[in-house]
């Protein structure tokens, strides 16, 4: 049986095609909108399960584990002569390629087609809650426990400040960054100074001379080595002894975590005149 994923205005269009294969639609609608009109005469399609549930990963109106279930079931009720089985949502590219990829796994043990595919998006509720009613198991590389974050941060008064505006999660299936809820554009380090640090701290602009390169500073980056996400952490030396904070701030907790101190011109006002021995005389160790 080949799985077919496609968007609302795509499955409308196939089925007002004349075909003879066999064919069963999964269809899914955002909350509080109609489902859409799926005809049943001569293009094949015989058997529809409708769905509703919202692109998102996480409230009320996700994929719950009663839909998951119902998924599972419905799959397993079809027949071996069924030739295709389409998954449609409103783009045809986030919770229509999660239970997909979920279903993949079922029929094949592969989802990697998806997965590699550049046009999707995918829905990691959808797909993690399919494979839980399917009682399979994502790839170690696909199991999320937590979302990871990354973003800029400095450091005043001996503690790590990281405003959640100005975090970015990275999800572990799909290595896609997702910006958290009033996420601002950071112009990095600049704009948190201007728009967070002065306002919380009006003093640092005598005291550092309106310098946001001056006060410790540091940013959380990521990279994917071998289907695997890493983590990298460029900061002020004289931030020596936060590490364990830093982590458990951006949630990397059993992830492969580097440090790179005092690259990429990340020196406080201190550090720039003690150099070599910033770490021994720097006042913020």
């Given at each position: 049986m080949n799985i077919l994923i496609m968007s609302r205005s795509e499955i409308i269009r196939f089925a007002m095609q004349?075909?003879?294969?066999?064919?069963?639609?999964?269809?899914?609608?955002?909350v509080?909108?109609?489902?859409?009109?799926?005809k049943r005469d001569g293009n094949g399609i015989d058997t529809v399960l409708s769905?509703?549930?919202?692109?998102?990963?996480?409230?009320?109106?996700?994929?719950?584990?009663?839909?998951?279930?119902?998924?599972?079931?419905?799959v397993k009720s079809l027949a071996k002569s069924y030739e295709y089985l389409i998954i449609h949502c409103e783009f045809g590219q986030s919770r229509s390629a999660g239970i997909a990829a979920a279903v993949s796994v079922m029929l094949t043990g592969d989802d990697s087609w998806i997965f590699e595919d550049s046009r999707y998006c995918i829905n990691s509720t959808c797909y993690t809650k399919t494979l839980k009613a399917i009682g399979a198991d994502a790839p170690v590389w696909r199991k999320v426990h937590r979302h990871?974050?990354?973003?800029?941060?400095?450091?005043?008064?001996?503690?790590?400040?990281?405003?959640?505006?100005?975090?970015?999660?990275?999800?572990?299936?799909?290595?896609?960054?997702?910006?958290?809820?009033?996420?601002?554009?950071?112009?990095?380090?600049r704009d948190m100074w201007d728009k967070h640090m002065l306002?919380?701290?009006?003093?640092?602009?005598?005291?550092?001379?309106?310098?946001?390169?001056?006060?410790?500073?540091?940013?959380?980056?990521?990279t994917v080595k071998r289907n695997s996400l890493n983590f990298f952490?460029?900061?002020?030396?004289?931030?020596?002894?936060?590490?364990?904070?830093?982590k458990q701030i951006y949630q990397l907790s059993g992830y492969n975590v580097e440090f790179h101190y005092g690259a990429m011109n990340y020196h406080c006002k201190?550090?720039?005149?003690?150099?070599?021995?910033?770490?021994?005389?720097?006042?913020?160790?």
């Open positions: 004349k075909r003879t294969e066999s064919c069963a639609v999964i269809s899914i609608r955002d509080g909108s109609a489902a859409p009109v799926i769905l509703s549930f919202d692109d998102a990963e996480e409230g009320n109106n996700c994929i719950t584990e009663r839909d998951a279930k119902k998924i599972v079931s419905f990871p974050k990354i973003g800029p941060f400095y450091y005043y008064k001996n503690k790590i400040i990281s405003p959640k505006n100005y975090q970015r999660r990275v999800n572990p299936i799909t290595f896609y960054i997702e910006l958290v809820e009033g996420f601002v554009i950071p112009g990095e380090h306002i919380k701290h009006p003093e640092l602009k005598a005291e550092y001379d309106d310098d946001h390169k001056a006060l410790p500073r540091g940013r959380v980056d990521f952490i460029t900061l002020d030396k004289c931030i020596t002894g936060q590490e364990r904070k830093i201190h550090c720039r005149v003690y150099q070599d021995a910033r770490i021994l005389l720097c006042p913020h160790t």
